[in-house]
RNA sequence: GGCGACAUCGCCAAGUGGUAAGGCAAGGGUCUGCAAAAUCCUCAUCCCCGGUUCGAAUCCGGGUGUCGCCUCCA
């Protein structure tokens, strides 16, 4: 298979450091707030690209961090009022459930930074001690110039970064473009104990020693949005490889930005949405399918409009899954016959280019056509369905089959409803088409919606 | 100022040299008391200009436009 590796800009042939397994790490939440729609994007297709590795025999270890201290969570707590321990406890809770109403998997590892401070000192002395790292006024930066290659990953020169306008001017620093590893901590902050006084962790450091743990010192693919090529990702690979001298990551996968309505989301636009406040109207498939409908590196806009056809679109999936009856077979056990396997294979060739899953989504609407079509038999349906519900929940989708299938809205109810089509029926029978009618008002107004059928009459809960 | 990405039907989107996938919308047909649903059919030569090639949406050069990174950021 296929990945596009950021470090060389092209797409390469993937592989493992160790054969069929996959050591992945994807850069977490900062756990100030509750994460926003863009967000959801890494931890959703990341998701997707677990799921797709298991589906083809890999065993895969996936490390996520929590960063639980840092400036933001400082500024948060501050303006609630609360420890920055509450302000993380509060946000971490927020975070699993948010990720659990995105239908997004658990990960394997996912260490919390503030876990971390012994290794991560221990990295910096470490550094320290290579000559990679000074101290200054009990804050400890790292030495850009000192470490040959740095922004090897970004394309960025250290040249350029100075004449930047926009590095911050920093007396302490040796070079403007000097990152910090230890912070110094300021009056009731929360700090820790150091060689170089309290303090607490520069951001990068984490994601090295967490990785290195979990993952070892070389590892397969670290993933994260594209913004964090620069300078988070940058500068973990300084620091990783400044102090153990090997390569740290073979492929480096960053997921495009997502936009609202052409811009760019933030709060003084006013266009900044949480993923709770997109779930409060949305489903988490159509969410899904809208990020899985573009390839991953490419930007992708977020509107109205787009969410309300992504909804349409899986809600043609389940529509068939209910025309063939998927449940009533879903514990068989069901063997692929050619056109089955044709169109794995198809669906993996476009897993396999780089997680081309809008392509791999198209696979899975040629499935869906093959179950529409009147000419083919019963059994060969069952097929196609048993193999859209599987290459489905590849992508995630189908998660809570059970439930979507059926209408559950208890006995009584139904029993309710059946009766009223029943009444329906007569109506129509004695030609009353105005009581007919009626009843199908009324019930809409309760958001049961009829269809009229050959077989007679179905209904949906809106 | 430095670096980079992208530009394909009304909308979303795949496609990386061999003659434009797919979805939504739209139009038309079937079904229906009507409506919905269901179902069938129709629907693009790829931002502009120049070049390479037997052949380019796909490669090269030049425009134009949009966006991103260089500061916390997924």
């Known amino acids: 298979m296929k990945i596009y590796n950021t470090f060389t800009r092209k797409k390469e042939e993937f592989i493992p450091v160790e054969s069929g397994k996959i050591k992945m790490y994807v850069c977490g939440p900062t756990v100030y707030n509750y994460f926003h729609i863009g967000n959801a994007r890494p931890f959703l297709f990341f998701d997707v690209v677990r799921r797709y590795f298991e589906f083809i025999d890999y065993k895969v270890t996936f490390t996520q961090n929590i960063t639980d201290i840092d400036d933001k969570l400082i500024e948060q707590s501050i303006k609630e009022k609360v420890p920055v321990k509450t302000i993380a406890a509060k946000y971490i809770d927020a ?51 000192n470490f040959k290659n740095y922004g090897k990953l970004s394309g960025k020169k250290i040249e350029d970064l100075k004449t930047g306008a926009r590095v911050e001017a920093n007396l302490q620093k040796k070079n403007p473009a000097d990152f910090t590893l230890w912070k110094k901590s300021k009056a009731g ?17 984490e994601c090295v020693v967490m990785s290195r743990k979990y993952l070892g010192d070389t590892f397969d693919i670290h993933g994260g949005g594209i913004d964090l090529i620069f300078p988070h990702h940058e500068n973990e690979i300084a620091q990783a490889e400044a102090s153990r001298n090997k390569r740290f990551v073979n492929y480096w996968m960053h997921n495009g930005y997502l936009n609202i309505e052409g811009q760019k989301m933030s709060k003084s636009l006013n266009n900044f949405f949480t993923a709770r406040d997109i779930l409060k109207k949305y489903k988490p498939e159509a969410i899904r399918f809208f990020f899985l409908s573009k390839h991953y590196r490419s930007p992708i806009d977020f509107n109205e409009a787009i969410i309300i056809e992504s909804s349409k679109a899986v809600e043609g999936f389940y529509q068939v899954l209910k025309q ?52 083919i038999e019963n059994s060969s349906k069952k097929q196609f369905a048993r193999l859209l519900v599987e290459l489905g929940l590849v992508l995630g989708f189908f998660q809570n089959l059970e439930e979507k299938l059926q209408n559950n809205i208890g006995t009584i109810a139904e029993d309710l409803i059946n009766l009223m089509i029943e009444y329906r029926l007569q109506f129509r029978k004695e030609k009353n088409w105005k009581m007919s009618d009626q009843i199908r008002d009324d019930l809409k107004k309760l958001g049961i919606i009829l269809k009229d059928t050959v077989d007679g009459t179905d209904w949906e809960l809106e």
């Open 324 to 375: 063939v009856d998927y449940l009533s077979f879903s514990d068989e056990k069901i063997e692929y016959e050619k056109q089955q396997i044709e169109l794995i294979k198809k669906f993996k060739e476009a897993m396999d280019d780089d997680f081309n899953s809008a392509k791999a989504i198209a696979v899975l609407f040629e499935i869906v056509k093959k179950i529409k079509n009147p000419t």
């Open 95 to 145: 975070f699993y459930e948010d990720l659990s109403a995105l239908e997004i998997g658990k990960v394997d590892h996912q260490p919390r930074a503030t876990e971390f401070v012994d290794e991560m000192i221990t990295l910096i002395k470490d550094l320290e001690k290579k000559g990679y790292a000074y101290e200054n006024n009990g804050d400890v930066y790292f030495a850009v110039n």
């Open 189 to 205: 902050e929360p700090k820790w104990q150091s060689p170089w006084g309290e303090g607490r962790p520069g951001w990068h450091t």
